[in-house]
Nanobody, 119 residues
């Protein structure tokens, strides 16, 4: 089992920045890919960004390319999502997830952190 805890969400004005963190505990010795998903009210969950265990492979949704950066520090069992140039449409609950591959099914999920971008 892997436990994931997100932090760093909050309220920010459009054009601002936030950095989300996801701390992993439990079976962190396995080489999991990590991802950030988001879900806005009335919308389907969307995979925003993902990163492989080594960090050599990353994925970004078209809607966040050039604005968001995913990174990880395996020594700290933590993955980050740096979000710049935030837009009101980025408002959502952001979830951290872990799985065997960047493009695969994600097995472990955090509880989520709210990000609200005001116009």
């Amino acid at each position: 089992q892997v436990q994931l805890v997100e932090s760093g969400g909050g309220l920010v004005q459009a054009g601002g920045s936030l950095r989300l963190s996801c701390a992993a505990s439990g079976r962190t010795g396995s080489s999991y890919a990590m991802a950030w998903f988001r879900q806005a009210p009335g919308k389907e969950r969307e995979r925003v960004a993902a990163i492989s265990w080594t960090g050599g492979t990353t994925y970004y949704a078209d809607s966040v390319k050039g604005r968001f950066t995913i990174s990880r520090d395996n020594a700290k069992n933590t993955v980050y999502l740096q979000m710049n140039s935030l837009k009101p449409e980025d408002t959502a609950v952001y979830y951290c997830a872990a799985g065997p591959r960047v493009t695969g099914t994600y097995v472990y999920w955090g509880q989520g952190t709210q990000v609200t971008v005001s116009s």
